[in-house]
T-cell receptor, first 114, second 113 residues
Framework: NAGVTQTPKFQVLKTGQSMTLQCAQD?????MSWYRQDPGMGLRLIHY???????DQGEVPNGYNVSRSTTEDFPLRLLSAAPSQTSVYFC?????????????FGPGTRLLVL | DQQVKQNSPSLSVQEGRISILNCDYT??????FLWYKKYPAEGPTFLIS?????DKNEDGRFTVFLNKSAKHLSLHIVPSQPGDSAVYFC????????????FGTGTRLQVFP
């Protein structure tokens, strides 16, 4: 199993540009989520999904869109990038909801918005 | 408002000694707590967890203690090893909302020979 994979590893955007951060898992996990990590802030939940077709907002959802059309994929979309979205983004998955300890994290995508 | 706080941004411990990492929380609805470990350029990995019905959970060299009245938990690593050098995040969730993990800001542990 590849586990949780994220692409790209690093991306530079200009303000106003759009992009999609990709996340995929091959463990047939129901639950997937996106976090951002900023210095001095820890990891903050952006959006999460408890299954295909179901998504919900986390702590900091503004400026981000998600969809879950398949069990395997959970892309994160930035429609109009802002410098405040410069961060490291982590995708995570787990077998089922109600089991937060079993979350597997991807290696992260480092995003710089100029 | 930071609901989960790790007030020590860094900790340095000699190999073989005990490492104690602390975490405080403010939300009394939290009832499940976790510790994650993170190496540079990698995602966090789950280390150990504890439910609010317990006050201690042990897994090998790692023990987590929970003091509900003080809203405080700690992670003990005994003995500390150089490979334990990483950033440690405390996280919490509430029974009615287990899908949402709230993370602390992390403590960087350095174990030196």
């Amino acid at each position: 199993n590849a586990g949780v994979t994220q692409t790209p590893k690093f991306q530079v955007l200009k303000t106003g540009q759009s992009m999609t951060l990709q996340c995929a898992q091959d463990m047939n996990h129901e639950y997937m989520s996106w976090y951002r990590q900023d210095p001095g802030m820890g990891l903050r939940l952006i959006h999460y999904s408890v299954g295909a077709g179901i998504t919900d907002q986390g702590e900091v959802p503004n400026g981000y869109n998600v969809s879950r059309s398949t069990t395997e994929d959970f892309p994160l979309r930035l429609l109009s990038a802002a410098p405040s979205q410069t961060s490291v983004y982590f995708c995570a998955s787990s077998y089922s909801t109600g089991n937060p300890g079993a979350q597997y994290f991807g290696p992260g995508t480092r995003l710089l918005v100029l | 408002d930071q609901q989960v706080k790790q007030n020590s941004p860094s900790l340095s411990v000699q190999e073989g000694r005990i490492s104690i990492l602390n975490c405080d929380y403010t939300n009394s609805m939290f009832d499940y707590f976790l510790w994650y470990k993170k190496y540079p350029a990698e995602g966090p990995t789950f280390l150990i967890s504890i439910s609010s019905i317990k006050d201690k959970n042990e897994d090998g060299r790692f023990t987590v203690f929970l003091n509900k009245s003080a809203k405080h938990l700690s992670l003990h690593i005994v003995p500390s090893q150089p490979g334990d050098s990483a950033v440690y995040f405390c996280a919490a969730s509430a029974l009615l909302n287990t899908d949402k993990l709230i993370f602390g800001t992390g403590t960087r542990l350095q174990v030196f020979p």
